[in-house]
Each structure stands twice: as structure tokens, then as C-alpha cells.
């Protein structure tokens, strides 16, 4: 067991961890104020630590402006890439490449017009960067390439849906979940409630098969994370309605189990 604290002069905040291959632990956030030397106006910052906790790296990288780092995944071939939301034109998704030793090789924003963020990200079982991405009122899920992060080879369109959370099966299905404030293109499991409702969306690794599921009850409901384990699909988020057992607290966490098939 180990813990390690990253800091700076003003503020630092944390916002996802990647497990590399090697046992690595990969972390995102944000800083600012001074850090290692730097002057950070709200930089994204990439550290990676061994599984023993010694530091390997942390590297801010930065930009004009308040940027906010969301997402962080190491990928196979010792990559990182670092998803979030930079200041420019109001604010746009954006993400950029390191190597295994911390090194920038790519960064790129991705501007539809509007207020854009990278809400998370994954490695397909075939090499590509999966990115969640939410542009204004709309979510999707973006194929990229990982040798020009400029190039998209496919995206699935999931409608008016805050999707902030996505996993991927050892057979490269893909699973993603936030919260719908309508019902998500494709093939519906169960209907969609009467308020704001948290949703799975399962599809195939080429992004093909959507079909949709529903957690809801008849308040706000909201999907966290998501893992796939064992055959089957695990659901974490939180409600202030009822989603099966009886109501604890303004806001409960609540712990759901799909059948990945279906």
C-alpha cells in the first residue's frame, strides 16, 4: 500500500487513473499555481508512478487559459493520452499524446462550434483511442486514430446524453453510460423513464449493434462508471429516486448488474 500527494501553490486537483500494462499507475488532473518549477494558470498535468509508488514523471502540459483535464489512459504500446476540455474558443474537447517517459508528441482540439469536453477515454481492442466526447447538449463516441489524433475513423452518435463513463470486454465490445435526458439512438432493452434517467449503451468494437438500457427511477438517475467482469456488466452510479431498495439519503450510490449479452 502506498500514497503519494501531488500538489501546488494555489490548487490541484485529480481526475482519473490508468493502470498500465507494466502494473503502472497513471493519474490526470489539473494544477495551478507554482509546480516543479512552472507557473501553472489551470494546466493539465500527466504523473506516472511504478506500482511500488516511486514517481516516474509528472509533466504539466500546458496551454493559455484555464484548461481542466477529465480522462487519462495508458495505452499497450506504453502511450499515454490525456482527454479534457482546453479554454479556447469557448471551450473545446482536447487531447493530447505522451510517450512512456512523458514526453508530448501530439496534442489536438476538436471544435464543433459550441461548448466541447472529453468526458473519457479507452483503448479498442484493435489500437484506436475511443473518446467520449460531449458537445453541448449531444454525446458521442469517436474512433480515433492513434498515429494522428486529427483522424477519425467512426463515431456513434448517442443523442441528447450527458456519457461520462465507457468500458471495453476482453472480445472488444464496448460499453457506455451517463445520464439521457431522451431516449439514445438504437435498439431500446427497456423504456426510457420519465425524467432524467442513467443509461447503458452497448455496441459492438467496430461500433455497430447499439442497443440501449435504462436505470430509472421516477427522479434523476445517473451512470458513473462501468466494468466488465466475469460475463457480465457492472453498473455504478447514484439516484435521488428509488432504484430497488428503499431511499437512504437526498442522493443514493446505487450498484446495478447487467447481463453483457443483452
Not at 128 to 150: H, I, W
Not at 203 to 215: E, I, P, Q, R
Amino acid at each position: 500500500v502506498w500514497q503519494q500527494t501531488l500538489g501546488a501553490a494555489e490548487y490541484a486537483s485529480g481526475a482519473a487513473v490508468s493502470i498500465a500494462d507494466n502494473g503502472d499507475v497513471v493519474l490526470a488532473g489539473t494544477v495551478r499555481g507554482k509546480f516543479d518549477g512552472a507557473d501553472a494558470d489551470g494546466d493539465m498535468l500527466v504523473a506516472r508512478f511504478d506500482s511500488r509508488g516511486n514517481e516516474q514523471f509528472a509533466k504539466l502540459v500546458r496551454a493559455v487559459g484555464n484548461d481542466v483535464a477529465t480522462s487519462v489512459v495508458a495505452a499497450a504500446d506504453g502511450s499515454i493520452y490525456l482527454g479534457g476540455e482546453s479554454s479556447t474558443n469557448g471551450g473545446d474537447a482536447f487531447i493530447a499524446k505522451l510517450d512512456a517517459s512523458g514526453r508530448l508528441l501530439e496534442r489536438h482540439a476538436y471544435d464543433t462550434g459550441g461548448n466541447e469536453r472529453i468526458s473519457a477515454l479507452a483503448m479498442s481492442n484493435d489500437g484506436k483511442l475511443l473518446a467520449l466526447t460531449r458537445e453541448g447538449e449531444q454525446s458521442s463516441l469517436r474512433f480515433l486514430d492513434t498515429t494522428n489524433l486529427s483522424a477519425e475513423t467512426g463515431r456513434v452518435d448517442l443523442g441528447t446524453s450527458d456519457a461520462r463513463a465507457i468500458a471495453v470486454d476482453a472480445s472488444g465490445n464496448i460499453a457506455v453510460g451517463g445520464r439521457a435526458n431522451a431516449a439514445i439512438p438504437g435498439a431500446q432493452v427497456n423504456a426510457v423513464g420519465a425524467a432524467s434517467d442513467g443509461f447503458v449503451a452497448r455496441m459492438a468494437a467496430d461500433g455497430s449493434g447499439l442497443s440501449v438500457t435504462y436505470l430509472a427511477s421516477d427522479a434523476t438517475d445517473q451512470v458513473d462508471s462501468l466494468t466488465f467482469s466475469g460475463g457480465e456488466l457492472y453498473v455504478g452510479g447514484r439516484t435521488n429516486g428509488v432504484l430497488g431498495d428503499a431511499k437512504s439519503g437526498a442522493v443514493d450510490g446505487f450498484v446495478a448488474r447487467l447481463d453483457a449479452a443483452t
